[in-house]
């Protein structure tokens, strides 16, 4: 018998919520596979198994909040698979092969191998016209039928829900907790708002210089831009801080955040730890990292503690900006606008004319608390001039 | 060279329906197929169950035809029994199926080895007795498919001529005048029924309260009014003990009954797994306390490289139609396609007894115990017009639906049937089941008239309100 515990989840965090568990009593599970999904208020990880075996206990029901180290199963190491059935339908001594009455039903024992089960699959000829007729999309449906096969039971009970152009959505743990977050944060905190625009030129050397850096890792405009902002937070500490309670405390590392996407599950922010020091180089490696981290959901809690400053790049070729909500505790969102080729005026010995130049807005959200507008503009004006300041070759 | 470790894609253990049908639909595949035989490619089914059986039961229904032909104007002189010519044309019959399936897999290319296989770990498999033994072969996956044999019973040693089992009896060149069959399950009756036919004195000998446990109760006693009418004595609830042969024959002896002497004892008790000396250190693979090997219902053994179909599995139907649907699931399951595991609770079943039994899904009482209401159906097939012109009016037709909450027939949980050709008839309760029909969209489908389907048609119209000729 092997006991499954919450491992730790990261410094600071002492529990964590079971949201699912990917195996039922019963079930066999490999060792590494996933074996349940627990949900802290930073991210949901899915626990690999520590052990081979049959899951013979579970201790901790899905909803139930636990504390690191605890058992929440047993796995029992000697033991395989769980039988197709429960009731012994092969032969008694005095009977050959009739099945016994009556063979308990097969699904739930088929249920467990998830990776080749045929999730909304139609068997019956019979349940695709009760979906068709009902207006409901096979594949929005998990069958509760050998393998999650949909069976007419399921179907029904698809149709008397109604169509699916109206599906009642249960929001993702992600989504959830971003919208638990953004609530308190928008209810909690005055939240202040400047946007200037700037000069772009460097991206013109950027272009000539090439945009991977030495180590071959792809440099984009946030991390251009995020070098010039962790550089001006150290003229404008009161920037790079977070509340404690009442009071504000600054600090002296930057610990960078990453507004992210996460594909259906709401948005993550990722953090690149101590970036004052860093280089375009090394700024543009570990921001690279952690995005590969986000795609593969291989973030830990570590990754996402201990932010100091957020940057939000630009969604999409078009953002003039955006106006993002403030991750707490921090005090302040820095927007990074798409760099846009616009047409700008120039003055050549005392002439002005009209050429193609480069412009991008950049845009503070800010705790009406600890900053207001002249500051918060005074902090861009200055990422500004240390972006056009930059020494691209030598950091490239 | 002997020893050199020969490379498949897929090693399948034993050549009975499940083996050879992996083995066929993986080489259909394109995946390299190894095929471990002991004896013949066929197994128990083709050689020593399902159609020699079969083959007996249609010589006793030539009989049988004879024996009636009078009623329809044809008079036979003189019905004589020559066992040894039906033994020799069930020999052919069996022996060119055998042909055809060995011509079918040579053509597939995949390569057979004959001997007795041992799986190792690694998904190495080796053969250890017969023509090719010594040689090594390992798979990326491993099929056990190594079959079952006849179970025995303590106190009756199988000697081959007065104890013998379904191995033996299939063999007989001469039909016993008096036999006890022990065990009333399906082969049991099918043993009954045959001898019956032909003119054997038989009792059935049952421990448990009644004969075909698992059959819906109607059929059950369709079967025990058919065979009481033959003269088939059905004892059930009896335990017996043991034997005392003398010159030729043997008295069974029966705990608290009257003891039976019969000139032989058949024994149809079941059939256990061959999975004694199947596997070596290291494998992984997890064999029940009764000697059946664990598969989920991807048919995948603990050892996920190591898959098992057929007879060996434990807690599914023994039915050579069932190893070849679990073939299919376990090469599909190989080769990372989308596939539904067997429904073991809609499975098809047939009997090919005097009259024949066929069903699939729940029984009545099955479904009850699985907290159903029902509404049920039966119609006889004496009303029904082929089955007066055959001659063969005997059974019947029934059918359970789960009741709606208006107490009219929704879904069609189980159809059971008993009577002429029953095994050739269930295929459209099959559909109706496992396509989870009502009784209404099914009955919505017409049945050729005049047929022996009419009574399962007829069945489905009474279930749906309203019957033509049923109430």
């Known amino acids: ?396 | 060279m002997a020893n050199e470790v020969q490379q498949f894609d897929v090693v399948v253990i034993g050549g009975g329906p499940g083996g050879y049908a992996a083995a066929l639909y993986g080489a259909a595949a394109g995946l390299s197929v190894a095929l471990v035989e002991r004896d013949k490619v066929g197994g128990t089914c083709l050689h020593r169950g399902c159609v020699p059986a079969k083959e007996f039961l249609e010589t006793a229904h030539v009989r049988r035809t004879i024996e009636h032909s009078a009623a329809f104007g044809i008079t036979a002189k003189s019905v004589a029994v020559d066992f040894a010519v039906s033994q020799a044309r069930k020999n052919e019959i069996v022996d060119r199926l055998y042909k055809g399936l060995s011509g079918l897999i040579k053509g597939r290319k995949i390569t057979v080895f004959e001997g007795t296989a041992r799986l190792d770990a690694d998904q190495t498999v080796e053969v250890l007795e017969g023509t090719d033994a010594g040689v090594v072969a390992k798979g990326k996956n491993v099929i056990l498919a190594a079959g079952s044999v006849p179970r025995t019973l303590p106190g009756f040693d199988v000697d081959g001529t007065i104890v013998v089992t379904s191995d033996e009896f299939l063999d007989l060149s001469v039909l016993p005048a008096t036999a006890a069959v022990i065990g009333g399950g399906a082969i049991g009756c099918e043993f009954a029924s045959m001898l019956a036919d032909m003119g054997t004195k038989v009792t059935i000998l049952e421990s448990l309260p009644t004969i075909l446990t698992g059959c819906d109760a109607e059929v059950v006693n369709v079967m025990q009014r058919a065979f009481k009418k033959r003269g088939i004595e059905v004892r059930a609830g009896v335990t017996v003990t043991g034997h005392t042969p003398k010159k030729g024959s043997t008295t069974i002896l029966i705990d608290g009954g009257d003891d039976v002497k019969v000139d032989m004892v058949v024994l149809s008790v079941g059939r256990r797994p061959r999975t004694e000396a199947l596997l070596g250190e290291g494998t992984n693979v997890e064999i029940n306390d009764r000697g059946f090997v664990v598969a989920d219902g991807y048919q995948r053994t603990a050892n996920p490289n190591v898959y098992a179909v057929g007879d060996v599995v434990a807690n599914t139907p023994q039915l050579a139609h069932v190893g070849f649907a679990e073939a299919i699931v376990a090469i599909k399951t190989i080769l990372g396609e989308p596939v539904v595991p067997v429904d073991y609770d809609r499975v098809p079943w047939a009997i090919y007894s005097n009259p024949e039994v066929a069903f699939c899904g729940l029984t009545e009482a099955a479904a009850k115990e699985k907290g159903y209401e029902v509404v049920v159906k039966k119609d006889p097939f004496g009303g029904n017009s082929r089955a007066q012109i055959i001659g063969d009016t005997e059974g019947v037709v029934k059918i359970v639906a789960e009741k709606r909450p208006d107490g009219t027939a929704g879904q069609i949980l189980g159809v059971h049937m008993a009577g002429p050709w029953v095994t050739e008839q269930l295929g459209a309760g099959y559909f109706a089941v496992n396509w989870e029909a009502t009784a209404e969209e099914a009955a919505a489908l017409i049945q050729p008239h005049p047929s022996l389907s009419e009574t399962f048609g007829e069945t489905l119209l009474a279930l749906a309100g309203r019957g033509l000729h049923v109430g």
């Open chain 1, 1 to 396: 018998m092997a006991d499954v515990t919450l491992p730790s989840l990261g410094e600071s965090v002492t529990e964590g919520i079971i949201t699912q568990w990917f195996k039922k009593v019963g079930d066999t599970v490999a060792r590494d596979e996933p074996l349940f999904e627990v949900s802290t208020d930073k991210v949901d990880s899915e626990m690999p198994s520590p052990a081979a075996g049959v899951l013979t206990e579970i201790l901790a029901e899905e909803g139930d909040t636990v504390q690191t180290g605890s058992r929440v199963a047993v796995i029992d190491e000697n033991a395989v698979g769980a039988p197709v059935s429960s009731a012994p339908t092969t032969s008694s001594e005095t009977t050959d092969a009739l099945p016994s009455p009556p063979p308990a039903h097969t699904a739930p024992a088929t249920l467990a191998v998830e990776e080749v089960a045929v999730n909304g699959v139609v068997v019956s000829p019979v349940v695709r016209r009760i979906l068709a007729d009902g207006g409901v999309e096979p594949s929005t449906l998990r069958g509760s039928g050998p393998g999650g096969s949909i069976t007419r039971r399921d179907a029904e009970r698809a149709v008397a829900n109604g169509p699916t152009d109206e599906i009642v959505v249960a929001l993702s743990n992600g989504r959830r907790r971003m919208g638990q977050h953004m609530t308190s944060s928008f209810q909690s905190t005055p939240h202040g708002f400047v946007a200037i625009e700037i000069d772009g030129a460097i991206f013109d050397e950027l272009e000539t210089l090439g945009r991977s850096t030495r180590d071959g890792v792809a440099i984009t405009d946030e991390m251009v831009v995020s070098l010039a902002a962790v550089r001006a937070l150290g003229e404008f500490e009161f920037l790079n801080a977070t509340f404690a309670g009442d009071e504000l405390v600054v600090h002296r590392t930057v610990n960078l955040g990453f507004m992210r996407v996460v594909a259906d599950d709401g948005m993550l922010v990722p953090v690149v730890h101590a970036a004052a020091g860093l280089t375009l180089r090394a700024l543009a490696r570990r921001v690279s990292e952690l995005g590969e981290r986000v795609l593969s959901h291989r973030l830990t809690t570590d990754d996402l503690m201990g932010g100091t400053f957020t940057i939000m790049g630009p969604a999409s070729e078009h953002t003039l900006w955006s106006e993002p909500i403030i991750i707490q505790p921090e005090v302040a969102v820095l927007s990074i606008g798409a760099v846009r080729q616009v047409p700008v005026v120039v003055n050549v010995n005392g002439t002005t004319s009209i050429a193609v130049g480069r412009r991008l807005v950049l845009a503070l959200t800010f705790d009406h608390r600890v900053c207001e507008p002249f500051a918060a503009t005074g902090y861009l004006e200055r990422v500004g001039e240390l972006l056009a300041g930059l020494d691209l070759e030598s950091e490239h």
